[in-house]
């Protein structure tokens, strides 16, 4: 089935298998099946409207609704919602069936659920069994951590995101797994050891600039190298050589470590061998970063996954469709942020819930429909108590209500995200300027918190080029971004990285340093282009404009094994 899509009016297809997982998903009510609709907007434009829903690294200082008392939070001061601190949030000193209402058949949902949602209070941060890490978000189990998201089991973990099981000592990173230690600007390392400004590397230790490399000690500008150990540029040097080379260039100033990353860049895009997409262990998938998947298509950063299409940063998930940021959860239906779920159709950041549909922020609950803020409950509606009799009367006529207002099945509105675009991980992916998300009526902020009282701006050209000439005064003074211009400070734990490191003070922002490191990693989307080496059509994340040298499965693995 081909359809055009309605926000961006390309073309796109509606497979078989698309329509076996809507009417599989639709819910029956009295033996008569409510069949969730076909998509109405293309991939792209569903995950645009999701991602909009998420704000992952932006943290603020803010008082708490409940009780006043200074927090931090996802939600800036100047948010229109109310805003309760963790502690508060999942007591029982408050109950989110007070804001119940009930439905009204002359209005359209949306209009209902958005009403709702402003009274009910919102968690300020998801930061669970955590220690000495108030300034993370979407994250659980860390100690010392700062300013950094989706982080899990780890220590000592600072400007970094999606960072778990057990690193240490990471810094401005990006996807480390498997216990990597000591690493700095590398996105995608898996037990590694001593890594700076690295891609894709796996279980290596002392690299510098290296890209998809496994095995590896001592390596320095080195690409798509297997088990080996002093080397330069690809070039195997001895032990004592490798020592004298490195000796020359460590520790950096800061005008070697620019030239050094952009020769780094510059390999990666004109020496390096990608292949086309990174599959490990998966079966008839698409997609791109695939880890232990079966039958899933189109789907990116997917980790043990199976019978899933369009899912994005998710890990155990099956039978589902549209979802982001989604983990140990089946038949899952445009969700975003949800953990522990089964059967859920449109919801956002729900934890431990079951046969649940248009719900935000409800946890240990099931059978509850355009709920809010809801905490182990059943069988409720716009947050008000039915019996189950009651509430399966009521649901379907909701449903046939949506039905006719075309609301049914599609996600909630951009314009209801608690968030402004710019806050969100779409603007990361789908970029658009305050006039052109003001013309589409999608929510942006302008909020800009005060910055700490600080005795000396520095710009970026007066920062101290070498570590070693670096004081202890610096953690008293703001740095100014060689490219924003923003101010920001450095702490303790950073300083003492560095010196320990040998890597001089950063010129520019945490933010922009995640931006340079995103900007390194090719879009969530395939396109097609020929090996550059056997010519035969693959499908991949490079799009045929770009300079990379892509190679299909079999040259890929011929080449560097």
């Known amino acids: 089935m081909q359809r055009s899509c309605a926000q961006c009016k390309a073309g796109f297809e509606i497979t078989e298998d698309d329509l076996s997982f809507y009417d599989n998903l639709s819910p029956v009510f009295g033996g008569k099946k409510y069949k969730i609709p076909p998509a109405t907007r293309c991939a792209d434009c569903r995950q645009q409207r999701r991602l909009a829903w998420r704000n992952e690294r932006y943290m603020y200082k803010r008082k708490c609704d409940f009780t006043g008392q200074d927090i931090i939070s996802m939600y800036p001061p100047d948010s229109p919602f109310k805003v309760y601190e963790q502690g508060v949030w999942w007591s029982d000193k408050w109950d989110a069936r007070e804001y119940g209402r009930a439905f009204d058949f002359n209005r359209p949902f949306f209009d209902q659920f958005r009403e709702l949602q402003l009274q009910v209070p919102r968690l300020s941060l998801v930061n669970k069994q955590s220690e000495n890490a108030e300034f993370t978000n979407h994250s659980a189990k860390n100690k010392n951590c700062y300013l950094s998201a989706v982080t899990f089991e780890c220590e000592d973990v600072y400007y970094s995101d999606w960072v778990i099981d057990h690193c240490k000592d990471i810094f401005d990173c990006s996807y480390l797994h498997e216990g990597s230690e000591l690493c700095y600007e590398t996105y995608y390392a898996w037990g590694s050891y001593r890594a700076f400004f690295c891609d894709f590397i796996k279980r290596c230790q002392d690299v510098w600039f290296c890209f998809d490399c496994t095995n590896c000690k001592n390596c320095f500008q080195c690409c798509n190298l297997r088990s080996k150990e002093y080397c330069i540029e690809n070039k195997q040097y001895s032990r004592e050589e490798y020592t004298r080379k490195m000796a020359e260039v460590l520790p950096f100033s800061a005008e070697e470590l620019k030239k050094q990353r952009e020769e780094y860049i510059r390999r990666k895009r004109e020496v390096a061998i990608h292949p086309a997409t990174y599959h490990v262990q998966t079966e008839s998938s698409t997609g791109d970063l695939l880890f232990s998947t079966k039958n899933c298509t189109e789907c990116f950063d997917t980790i043990t996954a199976e019978d899933c299409r369009h899912c994005i940063d998710v890990i155990d998930v099956r039978d589902s469709m549209d979802t982001y940021h989604v983990g140990w959860s089946e038949l899952m239906y445009e969700c975003h942020a949800i953990t522990n779920g089964y059967n859920c159709i449109v919801c956002h950041f729900t934890y431990d819930n079951r046969n649940i549909a248009y719900c935000d922020c409800t946890q240990n609950s099931q059978n509850l429909f355009g709920c809010a803020g809801l905490n182990k409950n059943e069988y409720c509606i716009l947050n008000k108590q039915y019996t189950k009799g009651e509430y399966e009367d009521l649901v379907p006529q909701i449903i046939e209500h949506m039905q006719k207002s075309t609301e049914w099945g599609e996600f909630f509105p951009i314009a209801f995200s608690p968030f402004g675009y710019n806050q969100s991980r779409a603007m990361e992916y789908y970029p658009l300027t ?128």
């Open 434 to 561: 305050k006039a052109q998300a003001s013309q589409q009526g999608i929510p942006w902020s302008d909020y800009d918190p005060p910055f700490p009282a600080a005795k000396t701006i520095i710009p970026a050209a007066e920062i101290p080029s070498s570590i070693a000439d670096t004081t202890d005064d610096i953690l008293h003074c703001a740095l100014q971004c060689e490219i924003s211009g923003k101010p920001f400070r450095i702490i303790k734990q950073e300083l003492d990285f560095y010196r320990k490191t040998g890597v001089p003070l950063p010129q520019r922002h945490p933010d922009q340093r995640y931006a340079d490191r995103m900007a390194q990693r090719p879009p969530r989307k395939l396109w097609h282009r020929q090996c550059a080496k056997c010519k035969q059509p693959i499908a991949t994340s490079y799009s045929p404009d770009r300079l990379e040298i892509v190679y299909c499965d079999s040259c890929y693995l011929k080449e560097v094994y």
